[in-house]
């Protein structure tokens, strides 16, 4: 059975500070990786996928892959109270074009 | 603008009826998918096709049905077999220049009553 697992928090950071999400995968042999930030009530919305190992950066987020480890981490500078959401990990299942998804933390930024 | 539309918004349905819930894409993605989503849930796999005429079941597919006769619809039945359907079900679609990046509709929320 094919996993991802994250930590469901909540994980409550002050304004301003760096908020770390983390993710875990069970097949070693997944490409895709994939971050989608949902509000309260609303549909994900993407917001990182990476490919290769190491960063990936896109304004206030970057996205960390070790597939030795096979963990993905998101990181969110100067973090904004528009920022707390529940942040979903999502991992390519394979060739037929289905990912897996994890239940999500949820995170907390405080004014 | 390119996006996908579900509705009904908000859909309530008496016990032992079917319903099905609409999902159309103008982003000439091929591949389509269908997910439950129960709070404090991750998402669940209800159905997905990768091209017209063709579907295959996801993870929770029992009480559910789809079609998907065009490209750019793929409608979700909720039937009566379905035990607990009160739920939020979300729609997304994937390209093949997409690399399984999968966008979203709004989603539709089911109220048994």
């Known amino acids: 059975q094919k996993e991802v697992e994250q930590n469901s928090g909540p994980l409550s950071v002050p304004e301003g500070a760096i908020a770390s999400l983390n993710c875990t995968y069970s097949d070693r042999g997944s490409q895709s990786f994939f971050w989608y930030r949902q509000y309260s009530g609303k549909s994900p919305e993407l917001i990182m996928f990476?490919?290769s190992n190491g960063d990936k950066e896109d304004g206030r987020f970057t996205a960390q892959l070790n597939k030795a480890s096979q963990y993905v981490s998101l990181l969110i500078r100067d973090s904004q109270p528009s920022d707390s959401a529940t942040y979903l990990c999502?991992?390519?299942?394979?060739?037929?074009?289905?990912?897996?998804w994890g239940l999500g933390t949820s995170l907390a930024v405080n004014p | 603008d390119g996006g996908i539309t579900q509705s009904p918004k908000y859909l309530f349905r008496k016990e032992g009826q079917n319903v099905t819930l609409s999902c159309e894409q103008n982003?000439?993605?091929?591949?389509m998918y269908w997910y439950r989503q129960d709070p404090g849930q991750g998402l669940r796999l209800i159905y997905y096709s990768q091209i017209v005429n063709d579907f295959q079941k996801g993870d929770i597919a029992e009480g559910y049905s789809v079609s998907r006769e065009k490209k750019e619809s793929f409608p979700l039945t909720v039937t009566s077999a379905q035990k607990n359907p009160t739920a939020f079900y979300l729609c997304?679609?994937?390209?093949?220049?997409?690399?399984?990046?999968?966008?979203f509709g709004p989603g539709t929320r089911l109220t048994v009553l």
């Open positions: 982003l000439n993605h091929d591949a």
């Open positions: 997304a679609s994937t390209g093949v220049s997409s690399t399984d990046t999968q966008y």
């Open positions: 990476i490919y």
């Open positions: 999502a991992v390519n299942a394979g060739n037929n074009r289905k990912l897996i």
